[in-house]
C-alpha cells in the first residue's frame, strides 16, 4: 500500500518539472483548464466563447477516444488540438507539453484545456495552467461541491451550466452555493444558459480581466 502511495507521489512530482516549464513558456498567454463530468457543456462553453470573445484562443481537447470536439471547435475557426488519452481519466502535464509542439501559440491570447470529463482526478494535476474552472451543470445535482471538495477549492472559478433546465429538474441553487463558498469564500459563481447564450458575456469579461492581469504580471517581470 505504502509502496503504491510512494510511486504516485513520485510520478507528480516528476510532472510538476513539466508543469513549471509550460508555466513559463505561456509568456502573456493565459491558460485555462476546464474541469467538469462528461456532458456538463465544457464543448458548448468553448464554441460558446468563439462567438463571443474579444481575444484569440486555442484549445487542447482531452478526451479518451475521438476527435469529436476538437472538429466542432474547428467548425468555429478555433485552433484545436485533440489528445486521445485511450483510457486514461486525465491529462497529466508532460502531454501537454508535448501538444504545444503542434501548436502554434504566438497569435494566441488564451489556451483552454478542456480536460477528460471527471470531476476527480483532474483537479489533482498541475498541468502549468494559470488557473482551474470548475463547470457543475444543473441536472448533475446541486451535491456534487462536498462530494468532490477538491476540484471547488482548487478552482478560481465556477460554472453553473444548464440553467435553463432549472423548471424541470431538481436542484438546489442556494445550496449549491453555499456550499461553494463554504469551500471556496473567493471564486465568482456564474450561471450559464449555454441554449440562449446568457451569462456568456460574464464568463467572457472574466476571462479578459484575468488575461489583462496575467499581461500587466508578465510585463512587470520582464521589464
Ligand atoms: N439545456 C442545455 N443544454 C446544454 C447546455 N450546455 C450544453 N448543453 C447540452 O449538453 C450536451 C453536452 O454538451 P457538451 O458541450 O458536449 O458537454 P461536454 O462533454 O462537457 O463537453 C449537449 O447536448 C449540449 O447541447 C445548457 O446550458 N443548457
Ligand atoms: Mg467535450
Ligand atoms: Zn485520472
Redesign the pocket.
Known amino acids: 500500500m505504502s509502496e503504491i502511495v510512494t510511486i504516485q507521489q513520485s510520478v507528480m512530482a516528476e510532472d510538476e518539472k513539466y508543469a513549471f516549464r509550460i508555466r513559463k513558456r505561456m509568456g502573456r498567454t493565459l491558460m485555462v483548464n476546464i474541469i ?1 463530468s ?8 468553448l464554441e460558446e466563447t468563439a462567438s463571443r470573445a474579444p481575444f484569440l484562443f486555442a484549445v487542447i481537447e482531452g478526451d479518451l477516444e475521438t476527435s469529436r ?1 476538437a472538429e466542432r471547435l474547428a467548425a468555429k475557426n478555433v485552433e484545436t488540438l485533440q489528445i486521445n488519452t485511450k483510457g486514461c481519466c486525465h491529462l497529466e502535464a508532460h502531454v501537454i507539453e508535448k501538444a504545444l509542439e503542434s501548436l502554434s501559440l504566438d497569435a494566441v491570447d488564451v489556451l483552454f484545456v ?1 480536460n477528460v ?1 471527471n470531476l476527480v482526478c483532474p483537479a489533482e494535476f498541475d498541468l502549468g495552467e494559470d488557473f482551474k474552472v470548475a ?1 457543475v ?1 444543473t441536472p448533475e445535482g446541486a451535491d456534487k461541491p462536498l462530494k468532490y471538495p477538491f476540484l471547488f477549492v482548487q478552482s478560481e472559478a465556477v460554472l453553473l ?5 432549472l423548471p424541470y429538474v431538481r436542484f438546489d441553487k442556494e445550496m449549491f452555493s453555499r456550499d461553494v463558498r463554504s469551500l471556496n469564500p473567493k471564486s465568482p459563481i456564474i450561471e ?4 440562449s447564450g446568457a451569462g456568456v458575456d460574464t464568463w467572457v469579461s472574466f476571462l479578459s480581466r484575468r488575461l489583462e492581469e496575467k499581461r500587466a504580471h508578465a510585463d512587470r517581470q520582464s521589464t
Do not use: A, N, Q
Not at 38 to 45: F, N, R, V
Not at 161 to 165: A, G, H, I, P, Q
Open positions: 467538469g462528461p456532458g456538463c457543456g465544457k464543448t458548448t462553453l470536439d478542456e470529463g463547470v451543470s451550466t444548464k440553467v435553463d433546465l450559464l444558459d449555454l441554449i
